[in-house]
Structures are given as structure tokens and as C-alpha cells.
């Protein structure tokens, strides 16, 4: 069975940085893609961005463009958000899923999500 494990969330200052991981275990050769999502208070969850394992084909939400860099390492299988130039309304869970097509995203499986934090 498939296990995504998200990690590096936590509370930062408008302006300031977080990297999120993403650790991925068992059988992936269903795997295509990876993509992070979001889920803020009172919101639906959003694609936030995704990345291809096999050729670097990239996404980014408008939202986040220019701030937010995704990227896999393989031989880790693991796939990271970097994220800079936070503002309050980053502030969600991030959620790592993993999908069999591209696109659009068709999820197999979430993780379990990590908080992020902004304050003004």
C-alpha cells in the first residue's frame, strides 16, 4: 500500500520561508505525477502545484507562481515545495497526493496534510 508522509509545515512570518516534503512509500509504478494541494478554513482544497517524475513537466497555481518551486528527488522518492515570499493566505493544510495521469491530476492518494501557518 501507497504511503505519503508530509512534513516541514509550521508558523512563519509573512515575507518568510518553509520547505514541505513529501515522502512516498510502497508500490509507485502507478505514479506519474505529484501534486500539492491546499486546503484553507472555509475553502475547497486547490491544486497548488505538480511536477511529472519522469520528464520535469511543472505546474503552479497563478496564486503562487513566482514563489512556490516544486521538485522531486527520485532516488529519495520524495518531492518537495519550496516556498518563499509567504503572505497570510498561504495559510492552510498542504497535502501531497499522488497521480496516475497528467493532466489532469487524478488522485490515488493523500497524505495526511501539514499545517502552514502565515501571520501578518
Known amino acids: 500500500q501507497v504511503q505519503l508522509v508530509e512534513s516541514g509545515g509550521g508558523l512563519v512570518q509573512a515575507g518568510g520561508s518553509l520547505r514541505l516534503s513529501c515522502a512516498v512509500s510502497?508500490?509507485?509504478?502507478?505514479?506519474?505525477?505529484m501534486g500539492w494541494f491546499r486546503q484553507a478554513p472555509g475553502k475547497e482544497r486547490e491544486l497548488v502545484s505538480a511536477?511529472?517524475?519522469?520528464?520535469?513537466?511543472?505546474y503552479y497555481a497563478d496564486s503562487v507562481k513566482g514563489r512556490y518551486t516544486i521538485s522531486s528527488d527520485n532516488a529519495k522518492n520524495t518531492v518537495y515545495l519550496q516556498m518563499n515570499s509567504l503572505r497570510p493566505e498561504d495559510t492552510a493544510v498542504y497535502y501531497c497526493?499522488?497521480?496516475?495521469?497528467?493532466?489532469?491530476?487524478?488522485?490515488?492518494?493523500w497524505g495526511q496534510g501539514t499545517q502552514v501557518s502565515v501571520s501578518a
Open positions: 497526493a499522488t497521480s496516475s495521469n497528467w493532466p489532469p491530476l487524478r488522485v490515488g492518494y
Open positions: 510502497g508500490r509507485t509504478s502507478s505514479m506519474y505525477a
Open positions: 511536477v511529472t517524475w519522469g520528464d520535469g513537466r511543472f
